[in-house]
């Protein structure tokens, strides 16, 4: 796993990152455009991609670029839309089977290729801008999904934690945008955010799979030729936040089991020198089936099936989920708070941290046998700035003590809780 | 030790039975860093009225199965998961209808690991106290998929199709159910089903079969096990109708879930006839349903249908049903357009361009299947509970014919047979 073996170059305004091996049936691209997080384009960057999947200037028809798709083996085309830090990203994939395993005419690398080039930058126009019907129906879909959230509720409680303790920040805003926002986009607006967006956007192409450098150049010069200005860098305007008080919010709905969420900010970012201790500090947490929480929120007490926490490096926060009984609110929130407590407090066993190094050191060492974890890895140095490797991240683990894991906890201050209820109560 | 060679799928398999009758299979992936392991019992939740031949015919409580798994996981010196843990090993179990499957992921320790793995799967320990403090976590697992609208909406289309075979019951129970269950009826299930010649490993990864094989056979062999006769699963004959037309569940949605589906009258089908009806019934219904057909984008376009539209098909020797739909804003209008449209297909029948497109995108899917190697274990001993073999596939998908397409399409589709389910807004 040393030094993750992507070779790095630029072509057509983009950056280009390939990693050649032979370890994979298939070819794997992702294609990462971001933006920063903004209240005024954030639907409207959401929701090119859905009209930009429904038609190109040679597959007009929806039908048409699906079928391409499947002639191409069944190539697995997608994207998705997230964020990151502040920013909003869009990541579009490609998975499509090595041609040396199937009877194929044409080159599948090759084809797939300009089938995502054409996707991004020839899309199905007429009189100058998006078909009025898809842009018409993908709003649809757009609001649909909004507004379908709630159905989970273990992922609408998540996202509604996160709301509420970013209210004043642009993290607070969703990646698919903004339900109110949606009535005004029209087909000739959002043409012009979508050229906006391209030529804006900080573009990095990832290609993983029996191929090289050069032959990526050429696929990338040939597919996305349209003159892009030179891709700028990710930069990062990220700044402690000091909890004041910590913030209750409840939420009541129609459920059978309460949904307790937390969230902490830290100091601690992807970029930081003490990164690996707030992974370490997560591990012990709530990481794993060993972490104080399953131990003692589930296995002790029976209170939850479910009880972990998360690290997100980017974002500068961490958050612990949970589903209880609506009447064990207060004994699972104290029995959580005595765990960051603990932590704090540097009572953190050898075992613990011996057992913790030894998942993260699985997790990180199985990014290997994905060729999309192995991009996602090396697009947390181009979103970051912070070049480490994956061995280079377990060395740094490997050498975490419980008196860095302590020094991690102290950086971690609960902020928010919240907790979706029964309307029964 | 036999070795099997799948050239097209540049795959090699290593087979070996062991006295006690345990299946053990390795797929050596000699670029991957990760080995991932399952030990799986053909053991499910409708295995829930049996008899071992020998023994006494027994009924156990619904959600048996799934509770066993759970309890698994204690030992003695306490939860398993922690020894995995001191060796960098991902664990988890999980339970379907017809099996359960224990299993981790790990890049180091790989014997320390598949010990642990078979030994703990092999030493069951039930205490009335830790019986009953697993209730209390499983009550909450069933809480949480009440609250799951996509689940709710799946079992009411099973509910509605299935009046007696166990398929229709939640695979975890109800907290009734589990609520009877004790150590006694945990050990008699365990004894029933945990019989290694009713089980099989599978590992794949960065190993050496011979290692992997060695290992095993010492394992087992310092185990002593009878030998055990053969286990009928009891089931009441099912009505070949649909126990009810209509199901609907109510839960705080955005906009109605809706999912139907067609009972087949079943022929016990077993081995690669089970395994190509299958394949050639999910290629069908991708013919139909596909988000490449018209059928699709029209729904799509009259907003009837959104990205979760999906479809599937699920069989065992005794049942076999499929489960169409999504979510909609108007469910009597969206199954009466695809009463039209369907029927309108069952005219005409599918086209030779795009039935060669389809297969080739199941081609596709399965070489893609095969980079993943949690999926290869899951399929493989999923096929081979069946007695079908996942690396024979690709051949299957070649000798499929059009007509062969057509006739499974007028044979599945049978209004008579439709059930539908709905979860609907209080």
């Known amino acids: 796993m040393t030094n993750n073996g992507f070779q790095h170059g630029n072509a057509a305004g983009m950056r280009i990152h390939v990693l050649p091996t032979k370890a994979f049936k298939t070819f794997a691209i992702s294609l990462y455009a971001g933006v920063p997080l903004d209240e005024s384009t954030v639907t409207s960057t959401a929701l090119a991609p859905f009209v930009l999947r429904r038609g190109t200037a040679t597959y007009p028809e929806t039908t048409q670029f699906r079928e391409r798709l499947e002639e191409l083996y069944g190539a697995g085309f997608g994207f998705d839309i997230y964020k990151r830090g502040d920013y909003q990203i869009v990541q579009f994939r490609m998975d499509t089977i090595n041609d040396s395993f199937v009877q194929s005419k044409e080159s599948l690398l090759g084809e797939s290729f300009a089938f995502l080039g054409e996707v991004l930058t020839r899309p199905l126009l007429e009189n100058g801008s998006f078909r009025a019907s898809y842009v018409a129906t993908e709003r649809e879909t757009v609001r649909k999904k909004l507004e379908a959230i709630v159905n989970d509720k273990i992922r609408y409680a998540a996202e509604r934690c996160i709301e509420e303790m970013c209210r004043q920040e642009p993290y607070r805003l969703h990646p698919l945008g903004q339900r109110a926002d949606l009535d005004g986009i029209t087909p000739e607006n959002l043409y012009e955010s979508y050229t906006a967006w391209l030529n804006g956007a900080i573009l990095d192409l990832y290609v993983v799979g029996d191929t090289t450098p050069e032959e990526v150049e050429k696929l990338v010069i040939r597919h996305f030729g349209r003159a892009h200005k030179q891709s700028e860098s990710y930069t990062s305007n990220f700044k402690p936040v000091t909890v004041q008080e910590v913030r209750t919010v409840e939420e009541k709905l129609d459920v059978n089991q309460g949904k307790l969420n937390m969230g902490l900010r830290t100091s601690i970012t992807y970029k930081d020198d003490r990164y690996a201790s707030a992974l370490m500090y997560n591990g012990i947490l709530g990481g794993y089936p060993h972490s104080k929480l399953f131990v003692n929120v589930r296995e002790k007490e029976s209170l939850a099936y479910y009880a972990s926490s998360r690290y997100d490096g980017h974002k500068g926060i961490g958050t612990i989920q949970s589903g209880i009984e609506t009447q064990n609110y207060g004994k699972a929130v104290d029995i959580i708070r005595k765990q960051l407590d603990e932590l704090k407090a540097g009572n953190i066993s050898d075992l613990e941290l011996s057992q913790t190094k030894a998942m993260i050191r699985n997790l990180l060492s199985e990014i290997q046998d994905s060729a999309f974890e192995l991009i996602s890895f090396d697009f947390n140095r181009q979103l970051s700035g912070k070049d480490r490797s994956a061995q280079e991240l377990l060395a740094e683990v490997d050498g975490i003590g419980a008196e860095e894991v302590k020094a991690a906890a102290d950086t971690f201050q609960l902020d928010t809780i919240y907790f979706l209820t029964g309307k029964g109560e | ?426």
């Open chain 2, 1 to 426: 030790m036999k070795q099997i060679h799948y050239d097209k799928l540049q795959e090699t398999l290593y087979h070996e039975v062991m006295d006690n009758g345990l299946q053990v299979y390795v797929l050596p992936k000699p670029a991957f860093k990760k080995t991932y392991a399952t030990f799986a019992t053909k053991y499910g939740s409708v295995d829930n009225h049996f008899k071992v031949a020998g023994g006494e015919e027994t009924t156990v409580p619904d959600g048996i199965a799934h509770f066993l798994e759970h309890k698994m996981f204690e030992e003695p010196e306490g939860d398993i998961f922690a020894t995995f843990a001191s060796n960098g090993a991902s664990a988890n179990a999980f339970t379907s209808f017809d099996q359960t499957v224990y299993l981790f992921s790990a890049t180091e320790n790989i014997e320390t690991n598949l010990t642990t793995l078979v030994d703990f799967v092999q030493r069951p320990y039930f205490t009335d106290e830790n019986v009953e403090k697993e209730k209390g976590i499983i009550g909450q697992e069933i809480n949480m998929y009440a609250d799951n609208p996509d689940w709710r909406v799946y079992f009411g289309l099973i509910e509605a199709m299935y009046a007696k075979h166990p398929v229709h019951i939640d695979i975890a129970g109800t907290i009734e159910s589990i609520a009877t269950i004790t150590k006694e009826t945990l050990y008699t299930c365990y004894n029933s089903f945990y019989h290694p010649s009713n089980m099989l490993l599978f590992v794949v990864g960065g190993v050496d079969p011979e290692q992997v094989f060695e290992l095993i056979r010492n394992n087992q062999a310092a185990k002593s096990y009878e030998k055990q006769g053969e286990i009928t699963r009891i089931f009441e004959e099912e009505p070949v109708q649909v126990a009810e037309k209509h199901q609907e569940s109510r839960l705080a949605v955005s906009m109605p879930k809706c999912l139907f589906g067609f009972k087949e009258k079943v022929e016990g089908l077993t081995g690669e006839a089970a395994v190509r009806r299958d394949l050639i019934t999910k290629l069908m219904l991708d013919l139909l349903l596909g988000s490449s057909t018209a059928l699709y984008q029209k729904l799509y376009d009259e907003e009837l249908i959104s990205d979760s539209f999906g479809h599937e098909f699920n069989s065992s020797p005794q049942y076999a049903f499929s489960a169409i739909g999504g979510d909609t804003k108007d469910p009597g209008l969206l199954l009466e357009r695809i009463k039209e449209e369907i029927n309108a297909v069952l005219e005409s029948g599918f086209a030779e361009k795009d039935f060669e497109r389809a297969r080739k995108k199941k081609i596709g899917g399965y070489l893609r299947m095969l980079n993943s190697p949690e999926s290869i274990a899951h399929e493989f001993t999923r096929y081979q509970f069946r007695g079908g073999d996942l690396f024979e596939v690709l051949p299957i998908y070649e000798s499929i014919t059009l007509d062969e397409v057509n006739t499974r399409l007028h044979d599945h589709v049978d209004w008579e047979q439709l059930a539908v389910s709905l979860v609907v807004s209080p």
